[in-house]
């Protein structure tokens, strides 16, 4: 019988002790995290992670995707999402055209992704991976573009969900060993043996700002997601939410800058998984 795991991140804050003094709180993130998992609960997943600000380290969130691709086999499903801030460290690998990585700002540390790559790697032939990342830079976070420091700052209504560029360097620098460290040891063969199907809604293109409203239930990609989801009520498969949800994004004429959702893919191909009906894990 198919199953379905859920794993929701949501950091409102990250550790000065990592990060130092000038990253952004955030408000939205944690809300952002319960309402996917309440997506999940309503699709009868078989079990649910929350991990919220403190509680979404490192070591937890690797931990809970290695424990899924323990557990999930062929047509099982995991649903991973994010909301937080999203950042880059250099690349050191070689595979980005732009020579940066982007990452997922965790409690007490950047996620990788060639980190996420291999996590993948770890996963059964025909496991189906839903991957919602609503942060900055998230374009193909699953794996990577042009970096652009997007000025903002004269904006007081909206706060962008990303380290800004003097930060990220500065953040780079302070932890320089650490990142070196962790990129020398991810296994890049995994990165082509991955056999499982992934498919990314990232809430903007890779040189892109996602957005958050102070005092808002919700950051701005995922209350759109929300919204077309309508509470199960969505008909089509993920190409069809994906437009709709690109569609709401657009007719917001208000935003500092343009914010363009992502639907990107890696690993093997699925043609039934890309005509299902998103989170339903039975069809």
Not at 20 to 31: A, D, F, I, K, R
Not at 158 to 187: G, H, M, Q, R, W
Not at 212 to 229: M, Q, Y
């Amino acid at each position: 019988m198919k199953k379905g795991i859920s794993i929701h991140i949501g950091v409102n804050l990250v550790d000065p002790e990592h990060y130092g003094n000038g990253v952004v709180p955030l408000e939205t993130c944690e809300q952002d995290a319960r309402d996917m998992q309440q997506i999940a609960l309503d699709q009868n997943f078989k079990s649910t992670t929350m991990l919220l600000t403190e509680n979404a380290t490192r070591a937890a969130v690797k931990s809970a995707i290695a424990s899924a691709s323990q557990e999930l086999v062929s047509d099982d499903m995991l649903f991973l999402t994010y909301s937080g801030h999203g950042g880059f460290v250099p690349d050191k690998s070689g595979d980005e055209e732009d020579r940066l990585d982007e990452t997922w700002c965790l409690y007490d540390g950047q996620l990788i992704d060639d980190e996420l790559f291999e996590l993948w790697g770890s996963f059964a032939e025909g496991v189906r991976i839903v991957m919602i990342s609503d942060s900055c830079h998230s374009g193909t976070v699953a794996k990577a573009n042009l970096f652009q420091d997007i000025k903002t700052e004269n904006s007081k209504l909206f706060k962008p969900k990303l380290l800004s560029y003097s930060v990220a360097k500065e953040v780079y620098f302070k932890n320089k060993a650490f990142y070196t460290e962790i990129e020398a040891n991810v296994d890049q063969t995994k990165a082509g043996e991955i056999k499982a199907s992934v498919k990314l809604l990232a809430g903007c293109q890779d040189p892109q700002v996602s957005y958050t409203v102070p005092f808002a239930s919700n950051s701005i990609f995922t209350e759109k997601l929300l919204k077309v989801w309508n509470g199960g009520k969505f008909i089509g498969d993920y190409e069809v939410f994906f437009n709709q949800i690109a569609a709401e994004m657009e007719a917001l004429d208000f935003l500092p800058t343009k914010q363009t959702p992502n639907l990107y893919s890696v690993g093997e191909a699925n043609e039934a998984f890309d005509k299902q009906k998103p989170f339903q894990i039975y069809e």
